[in-house]
């Protein structure tokens, strides 16, 4: 087991390429800590994707494309740990919204009212 | 090696219509589908892909993009490459030798993506049905070697199994075994170890590189203005490979020492204007000052790598090859009585749809100010015209 | 409130929580101001973060195209084969007012990078860009996933004693006082009562007194037989006059 935890990512084929690029890519006998959504992707896949990731000790960020965020986010909401951290980007052709976000909507919620 | 000693030349002034003038006709028709100055310039001016969508049905690519509801940048690439290959496809039906077997060269290239693509991915473990999805539909094989692929297992056995009784077979079949050959001479590799160990880029400029000397033997046997032409222009790729290959290897282990004389020098075309005393200059090069040395002792090229060498950043080194590259094709696809107007088509119809793409991603991630940076086909204010804006 | 005896070392007991209790409300609001204060912070640093992230996002996906136009598909050919991460986060642990706060920090494991000949016959130096640009990306994801991480920790922990301020505030302290009152009214109507009692039991015994003094007096002077005078005695006792004590 080395040091370090790994970062997953859940994206379209843009994001999933830049960030393997980037080095954070692993794949062996058990499986791989990224998922390519295309267009013929279907939502289980998707879902069991991340349940899958999300369970996995040595994953300590999922970072997923917020178009993709919102179509699971029946699993995400129902996803509590603190470890992995579920940050959601933004992907090429859907520019990040704030809005969608739960950590925004809580820091605009603070931020703006004043503190709970 | 693969090549047939063709039966007959290409003919000339007086005889080439004889056996092409009929394929020379559909493509010289084709001409009218190339995306005119005024359509770039309309769909450069999109606010949105809808609007490139309506825009586009005013072109050649109408009937391409019909069914389409809505359009983002890799459907509008694939239906472009589909588009293209139909043509070609139909061009390939319509000619006689030696110019089908000069059609198929032409493929070759993209066979060679395709072989690189499957093997590594069957290596990785990948379903080889969504390999053969991913493959350059120009480079596709025999229908029975297509139906075969996927029949094989997805293990290290099935994958040797592949290579020594399908892929050996395929056209490109000899480049592979000439590379393992001369693997196996530098290591005594084992050929599976070979292509587990040895990066895909390598391999892949390898066979590219045996690719461009087969095809440039090829058209010398043809003889007459296809060998001129044609000559030229393989030459150009020659060399612009070598400097690439040169160029990118920095920063890479390819640079190493020990490997420069050993692999990256392997990889130099064996044909160019840069062969053989260029590239054994580019042998010994370790960094960008040393390339740039080189190349200055080279008129044509010392002007392109000024240009990189400037580093304003607005024109990259690889913009200045198409740039170079379109120019010299235009010049080829407007000649007659050779076969270079076949290539030029089906490369310039590929900077075309590199451009779609361009324009299409700068229009959908807002990046308006660099929408202009692609390289135009057959446009009336190109800087070889001697136009102005 | 009714089952706590109201005694004296109850009342003392009980002083000595709602002390207790004052203090813990003093400390764990403090520590709630602290908390707020950091949490403040990161909320606001999120929401820089998240947003300066659009444009360098954007920026690593155009890199991505040019290269794209510059060395052809090369997209597929990077998720090939088996890899190694060559970064990896490491957890640390920050420490805000006793909130154990997750911090990831890059790590380079070291490994040689995939597909680094990758665009060799052309575009390499745009790849090259690209992973630039998305390793920029990719570091500030990882502060934004420490912040974030932080930020949820924080909310939870906060909430959590924000929760125990209020209910010491609102709930146990005065609960608390409203025993220690209690105890107090029940102890002062039985110092009222014993000392009520002690004056009646005070004004009898005069009385009783006199009366003796009275009836000595009386026999001294009728040299009556004495029979009569002890009925009278036990005649003027009456058991109901004095309560049971209770202590």
Redesign the interface.
């Known amino acids: 087991m ?6 997953a990512v859940i994206g379209d ?16 006998a058990q499986g791989s ?2 998922l ?1 959504v295309k267009q013929d992707t279907q939502l289980p896949q998707i879902e069991d994707a991340f349940r899958t990731l999300s369970q996995r000790d040595d994953v ?2 999922i ?1 997923i494309n917020q178009h993709i965020a919102n179509d699971i986010r029946h699993v995400l909401k129902d996803y509590n740990a ?2 992995p ?1 579920v ?1 959601e ?5 859907h ?2 919204d ?1 809005e969608q ?1 739960y ?2 909507q ?3 919620m ?2 703006g009212g004043g ?2 | 090696m693969t090549t047939p000693k063709p039966k007959e030349g290409t003919g000339d002034i007086a005889t080439f219509n004889i056996q092409h003038g009929f394929a020379e006709a559909l493509v010289r028709g084709m001409r009218s589908s190339f995306l005119q100055d005024q359509d770039y310039h309309h769909l450069t001016q999109c606010e949105t892909l809808d609007d490139v969508r309506l825009n586009l049905t005013e072109t050649d690519y109408a009937d391409s993009i019909a069914d389409f509801n809505s359009l983002n940048p890799t459907m509008l690439q694939k239906a472009a490459v589909d588009k293209l290959v139909t043509e070609f496809k139909y061009l390939r039906t319509q000619t006689v030798e030696p110019l089908s077997t000069f059609l198929d060269f032409i493929t070759y290239e993209y066979m060679i993506e395709n072989v690189m693509l499957l093997l590594k991915g069957a290596l990785s473990g990948r379903d080889i049905n969504e390999l053969l999805e991913q493959c350059h539909p120009l480079g596709m094989f025999k229908e029975s070697t297509m139906r075969s692929i996927p029949t094989f297992e997805n293990s290290a056995k099935g994958y040797s199994d592949l290579y020594q009784t399908v892929l050996v077979d395929t056209p490109v079949g000899p480049y592979f075994s000439k590379f393992l050959q001369e693997s196996a001479m530098h290591r005594g590799a084992h050929s599976r170890n070979v292509l587990e160990e040895v990066e895909i880029e390598i391999i892949k400029s390898s066979l590219i590189k045996y690719w461009i000397e087969d095809f440039y033997m090829f058209v010398e046997s043809l003889g007459g203005d296809t060998a001129t032409i044609m000559g030229d222009i393989l030459k150009t790729r020659a060399d612009t490979n070598a400097v690439n290959i040169t160029l990118n290897s920095f920063g890479t282990p390819l640079n190493e020492p020990a490997m420069r004389s050993s692999d990256r020098k392997r990889l130099y075309p064996a044909v160019g204007y840069l062969y053989p005393a260029g590239t054994s200059m580019l042998a010994d090069v370790s960094d960008e000052d040393e390339l740039g040395r080189v190349l200055e002792l080279f008129p044509s090229y010392s002007a392109i790598w000024s240009i990189h060498a400037s580093g304003t950043g607005d024109k990259s080194i690889d913009d200045v090859f198409y740039e170079r590259d379109v120019q010299a094709l235009e010049l080829a696809f407007e000649s007659q009585f050779h076969f270079g107007c076949f290539y030029a088509y089906v490369k310039l119809k590929e900077q075309e749809i590199r451009n779609l793409v361009w324009i299409t991603e700068c229009i959908l991630q807002q990046q308006k100010d660099e929408i202009e940076k692609f390289v135009q086909v057959f446009s009336n204010t190109a800087p070889w015209r001697g136009k102005t804006r | 409130m009714a089952e706590v005896p109201p005694t004296r070392m109850n009342q003392q007991i009980f002083k000595g929580k709602l002390k207790a209790a004052q203090g813990g409300h003093k400390l764990l609001k403090k520590k709630a101001d602290a908390l707020k204060v950091k949490f403040r912070d990161y909320a606001k640093n999120i929401s820089e973060t998240k947003s300066g992230m659009a444009t360098d996002a954007s920026s690593a996906f155009f890199s991505l195209t040019q290269a794209e136009y510059a060395a052809g598909n090369f997209k597929q050919k990077v998720a090939e084969g088996s890899m190694n991460a060559r970064i990896r986060v490491g957890a640390g642990v920050d420490n805000v007012a006793g909130v154990k706060l997750p911090v990831f920090t890059k790590y380079e494991t070291g490994a040689v990078a995939d597909n680094q000949s990758l665009g060799l016959v052309g575009g390499g130096k745009k790849i090259v860009a690209v992973r630039e640009k998305f390793t920029v990306l990719l570091d500030m994801l990882i502060k934004l996933a420490s912040l974030q991480t932080s930020f949820v920790t924080l909310d939870e922990a906060l909430k959590v004693t924000n929760r125990r301020v209020n209910a010491l505030e609102n709930v146990t302290i005065p609960k608390i006082e409203g025993v220690l009152a209690y105890i107090g009214r029940e102890l002062d109507e039985l110092e009222r009562e014993d000392f009520t009692r002690l004056k009646l039991v005070q004004g009898k015994k005069e009385q009783e007194e006199k009366e003796e003094m009275k009836k000595k007096e009386a026999s001294k002077a009728l040299k009556k037989p004495g029979k009569e005078n002890s009925a009278d005695i036990t005649a003027a006792f009456d058991a109901t006059d004095d309560e049971d004590v209770v202590f």
């Not at chain 1, 084929?13 to 062996?28: C, I, P, Q, S, Y």
């Open positions: 080395e040091v370090g935890k790994l970062v084929e843009d994001t999933v390429t830049g960030f393997l690029l980037a080095g954070v890519g692993h794949r062996n800590n990224f390519i300590g960020i970072l603190t470890i951290t940050l980007i933004p992907s090429k052709e520019p990040y704030p976000d950590i925004m809580r820091v605009n603070f931020l503190g709970v």
